[in-house]
């Protein structure tokens, strides 16, 4: 879990929602924002508006997921040491950077939540969501399948546990006990 030790101080509370493709990240982050009146930054959101409104996928085959993952790192960063309280929705494969990773878990005055699911849920709902096209690009080169997801969860499950303070499943709660949920965790840490 993620630990405090180089913590330096911004001002205001963060909530860091961090895991996979899927799991909600965006749509419980926006939800929790509004419902506590905070501000709410979606890293990948701020990364696509730098590169001009181009969509993640159109960068990455313009520019390569590289030029997409430098400019994650230095968002991630001003994310986490933005004034005031926040909600942050990472992307997800952030934390995958030690640089993103560093960030996170040195953020103060913050709740790291990792937001939890087995690959056939985020599976159906990567599918099942009209934006997965544009900005969800796959990540082995061989195609978005269920078996992506899989092998790349795999790789990423631990650092995903090391990045957060707690963990909420998601596989089946509500939208509105998913936000709850994260909300009673304020000030508990
Ligand atoms: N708890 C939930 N129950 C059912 N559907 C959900 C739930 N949470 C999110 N979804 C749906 O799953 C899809 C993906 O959600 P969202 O875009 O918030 O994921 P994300 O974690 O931000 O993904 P990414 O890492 O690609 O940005 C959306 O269509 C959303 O409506
Ligand atoms: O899991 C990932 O590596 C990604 C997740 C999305 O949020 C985007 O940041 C992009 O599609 C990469
Ligand atoms: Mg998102």
Redesign the pocket.
Known sequence: MGNSSEAHYNGGMKIILL??????????GQHVAKKLGWAFVDT?EVIVERFGGMSIAKIWSEYGERAFREKEVEVVKEACDGKGDAVI?L??GAVMQKGAFDAVVGCCDAVRVY?SAPAEVLYE??S??V?SDE??PSLTGKGTGLDEVREILAKRVETYQAASDVIVD?AA???EQ?SDEIIGLIGQQ
Do not use: F, H, Q, W
């Open positions: 895991g996979y493709r899927g799991s909600g990240k965006s749509t419980v990948d929705a992307g997800g937001l709902r990567i099942g969501d934006k900005t969800r998601v709660p509500e939208l998913v």
